[in-house]
């Protein structure tokens, strides 16, 4: 099987294995005082440091959870409560649900940033917005806005976006979930006032995230209780899933050769399935992840094509992966003005550490001996 749903979760890195297994034998909790309890502080420690590293930032501004929606949750809620509701939310119209659904049910004002057709935040909008902002009616602008897209791959003009907003005096919370790994990172020169993580998109487990917040950026705990993680995120860590993390970040920041490669691949393939079958691929003309293609061809659902190419060994989604599995509407495609029948009909492929130039070719066949198929039966 090609496994081309990186988007989704990333397979496990060997790393990220080996030190979750190492972390399962220890089984203490890094807040015992004795020994084995301070053999998994070490580890839980030395995770924040490996993460630390791979964006650029110092361990103590690391605040481990249980993944990129939490971390999201932490980051918008906890704002919003230290500023006693006194802000408004300005989303953009892309996020993750992750981030939009925490915005919209945070209690605070909300506004959304619109998207320009090739996939990126609408930064004149933006500052339009930012040169009449009116503190007394609107409080603190408070942008929520992610670093590349999980559909489409697009990179966000984000410290772009961060400094405009840094000038009006609000702050910036980041959803860089889909970023680690796949481009370097670095979160000075990102701006942001917070940056959601996750692991399992970056080669580590599932279950396990982080929230970076710039040392002395305003925030309240959302979850109470034992008081770790320097009591923003109490309840006892995940010690082998952070591990993972903590292994699977290192590896994949010091792995960025391969997604250059990657990038060179999907480009060929992207090249092929235009001149070929004509498809229209999103975001095209943005900067992107180097793993990722969305694209489309008028009249062939989604659902049939991820049939079809699962029945030909390769694993894609369509759209955005959603829990419950069924296929919806996309919103990112709808903000980039794609109309909703060509947005029915775009599939998501995205590669990562373990793909390779061949994964690339068999997608393109199998994608173009499906569509042949399917315009057989059209015709017949
Ligand atoms: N943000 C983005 C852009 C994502 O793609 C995802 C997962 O699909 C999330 C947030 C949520 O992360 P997690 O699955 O770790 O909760």
New binding site residues.
């Given amino acids: 099987m090609i496994y081309a749903d990186y988007?989704?979760?990333a397979p496990l890195r060997p790393e990220a294995r080996d030190a979750m297994l190492a972390a399962l034998e220890v089984g203490a909790n890094p807040s015992s005082v004795h020994g084995p309890g301070r053999k998994a502080r070490k580890i839980l420690e030395k995770a924040r440091s490996q993460l630390a590293t791979a964006i650029r930032a110092i361990p103590q501004d690391i605040v481990f959870t249980?993944?990129?929606?939490?971390?999201?949750s932490l980051a918008i809620h906890g704002v919003v409560r230290k500023l006693d509701y006194d802000c408004t939310l300005l989303v953009s119209a892309i996020?993750?649900?992750?981030?939009s659904k925490n915005a919209g049910y945070a209690g605070a004002n909300l506004e959304t940033v619109y998207a320009t057709d090739d996939g990126q935040v609408d930064l004149d909008g933006l500052r339009q917005r930012l040169a009449k902002w009116d503190t007394k009616a609107a409080g603190l602008p408070v942008l929520v806005l992610?670093?590349?897209?999980?559909e489409t791959g697009v990179i966000q003009p984000v410290s772009e976006a961060a400094s405009l907003v840094r000038e009006a005096g609000g702050l910036v919370i980041c959803?860089g979930?889909?970023g680690l790994g796949k481009i370097p990172l670095n979160v000075s020169m990102l701006g942001v006032d917070y940056l959601?993580l996750?692991?399992?998109?970056a080669g580590g487990p599932?279950?396990?995230?982080a929230l970076w917040m710039r040392s002395g950026a305003p925030l309240l705990p959302t979850l109470f209780g034992g008081g770790q993680e320097r009591s923003l995120r109490s309840g006892t860590e995940n010690l082998s899933g952070i591990a993972g993390f903590g292994a699977a970040a290192e590896a994949a920041a010091g792995d960025m050769e391969t997604m250059r490669t990657i990038g060179w691949y999907r480009d060929r393939m992207e090249a092929r399935l235009v001149s070929e079958a004509g498809v229209t691929i999103f975001g095209r003309k943005a900067p992107r992840l180097p793993n990722t293609s969305n694209f489309a061809y008028n009249g062939f659902k989604a659902e049939t094509q991820v049939m079809a190419m699962d029945l030909a060994g390769v694993a894609v989604s369509s759209g955005?992966?959603c829990s419950s599995g069924k296929v919806k509407r996309s919103i990112v495609l709808s903000a980039m003005g794609a109309s909703d029948a060509l947005a029915e009909c775009a599939i998501r492929t995205s590669y990562g550490w373990r793909s390779e130039e061949t994964d690339f070719e068999h997608t393109a066949e199998a994608w173009l001996e499906a569509l042949r198929r399917r315009n057989m039966k059209e015709t017949a």
Wanted: proline share 0%; net charge negative.
């Fill in positions: 988007n989704a979760t249980s993944g990129g929606t939490e971390s999201l996020e993750h649900e992750a981030a992610m670093l590349a897209n999980n959803d979930v889909q959601a996750s692991a399992h998109k599932q279950g396990a995230g955005s992966a």
